[in-house]
């Protein structure tokens, strides 16, 4: 037997215990890291960026490597405007590539399985502040979604798809660029009357909405609504802000009534066009209406 069979012999059971060891040491550093003081701090930044309240029951390493699951997690208004809830997710997962902390550009992917349906996306943060948020919506039910109506004054019904991408400067979020789209079929809005004036609620067949963001603009490249009441069309700009419901409206809906509709609401046209101005939060809409053929 030579030298170098012994020298290896004698070193294989000592590499084996440190192996050994290192393997211990990195699940236990994985299992017992405290996700939750990171995750708390990541909430912080999103708290200051969004105004909003985000709060998760617990969170914990998921089997797969680079993996959390966060329980039980709650948006709501914050306490100065009612902290009333919007939404509460029963579980989010958050993946980040093992070497993604080390890269120029960080990379995390979200995903959640909520109201019969999936939401999943990633958040890049790249040099110079630079963000981008990837979002994508599949079959949600949104008869399914209760949110506080203090916060919700339109209540939303039907089966919901659609995504979202938007890039933009941490210092100023609302100065991005990106795009929407999204479709909402068989359902029914309610809270309309401060928009459409004489209806309170539509039933849905079908209604689609694309959208180009710039420079803190949004612009309607569709928004059509197809309804058992009337057939409307919505074109114009948001002028984005922070927060979000205080973005002006610049809108104007071209709507055709129904007969039955017309009649059991006692208009007296058919075709009215609506100009709508304000902020997201308090809309103002002035009825142009137009005579009866």
Known sequence: MSLMSITNRKWFPVALVVCFGLLVFAV???????????????????????????????????????TLLLDRVQISAPASRGGCTILSVPR???GMGLLSPFSSEKRLRYSAGIFDGTVQGNVR????????????????????????????????????????EYAWNQNRPHLGEGTAKATLTSGKVGGLKPLLMMLDAVQVDRLVFSAGIQGGKLTLDELTLAAKELDAEV???????VPLQNS??????????????????????????????????????????????
Not at 35 to 62: M, N, S
Not at 129 to 145: E, K
Not at 235 to 241: D, I, K, W, Y
């Open 125 to 164: 943060a790249g040099s110079g502040n630079r963000m981008s948020l990837s979002f994508a919506a599949d079959g949600l039910n949104l008869g399914r979604w209760t949110p506080d109506p203090k916060c919700a004054p339109i209540s939303v019904d039907g089966l919901l798809n659609g995504t979202l």
């Open 92 to 94: 989010l997962k958050l």
């Open 28 to 66: 236990s550093f994985y299992l017992l890291f405290p996700y939750d003081k990171l995750v708390a701090a990541a909430l912080v930044r999103a708290e200051r960026e969004t105004a909003l309240q985000i709060d998760v029951a617990q969170v914990r390493p998921a089997l797969s490597p680079g």
């Open 248 to 293: 002006r409206l610049n809108l104007r809906i071209k709507a055709e009534m129904k007969e039955e509709a017309r009649k059991r609401q006692g208009v007296p046209f058919k075709e009215m066009e609506l100009e709508v101005h304000g902020t997201l939060e308090r809309p103002r809409a002035r009825l142009v209406p137009r005579p009866a053929r």
């Open 235 to 241: 074109t114009g700009l948001v002028f984005l802000a």
